[in-house]
């Protein structure tokens, strides 16, 4: 299935390549650059429905497991000093969403938003240490109902300008259900307490909601 951050994009680059196909084939006929095109912007239109592909899946909060936020590669695994919503030290775990993988970011766990906030920014390479706290990023901490509180940032890349987000303070979420969705290659990051048990590590590949990041203590 189709992602629903994909169906307009999809419709619009589909009627586009068919009116290019169709013109070319009017005017050049059925010549070997028109057949060319015609493979290449097959190829595209097959790479933009790969992208928004939409897997159906779900996972269930069992008293602090952590579960990947995203499909990727995990490039940090590091305590670090958290400067936007703890202002302490936090173990921060990073995953890279490539253009191959899913781009659906999913709450990793159950609880309540206790705080939002959208920040403008630049358009590092999403694997740059500075990334983090330089590009555009969504920022959600969701708390749970042990009162532990997990911060999660979707943070735009150098390819990905666009960051849509469905959270919002005080809404109360289920592990599993949709935090958003990034265009074209990025990054999440996840910050946990510091006395979680880590589960995974730098060069990992993770699938969202099916690998499990840390066990809160």
């Given at each position: 299935?189709?992602?629903?951050e ?77 400067e ?8 921060q775990v ?9 781009h659906?970011?999913?709450f ?27 590009n ?82």
């Open positions: 299935m189709i992602h629903r994909g169906i307009k994009i999809s419709i619009l680059v589909f009627l586009a390549l068919a009116v290019l196909n169709i013109l070319l084939l009017l005017s050049a006929g059925s010549s070997l650059p028109v057949l060319v095109f015609l493979v290449v912007s097959s190829v595209f239109m097959v790479f933009i429905l790969y992208f928004f592909r939409d897997p159906k899946r779900s996972a269930s909060f069992n008293g602090g497991t952590i579960y990947s936020p995203a499909d990727g590669e995990v490039v940090v695994v590091e305590k670090t000093y958290e936007e919503y703890f202002k302490d030290r936090r173990i990073s995953v890279f969403m490539s253009v191959w993988n899913i659906i970011n999913w990793p766990v159950a609880g309540l938003l206790s705080y939002y906030k959208y920040h403008p920014g630049k358009y590092l390479v999403a694997r740059h240490p500075k990334s983090s706290t330089l555009e990023r969504n920022t959600a901490v969701i708390r749970t109902d042990e009162g532990k509180e997990i911060l999660v940032r979707q943070i735009a890349g150098a390819v990905a300008r666009r960051i849509i987000s469905y959270a919002e303070k005080d809404k109360k979420v289920s592990a599993g259900d949709e935090m958003g969705f990034i265009r074209f290659g990025s990054r999440v990051d996840v910050f946990l307490p510091p006395d979680s048990k880590i589960l995974v590590r730098p060069g990992q590949k993770v699938r969202g909601l099916h690998t499990t990041l840390a066990e809160l203590s």
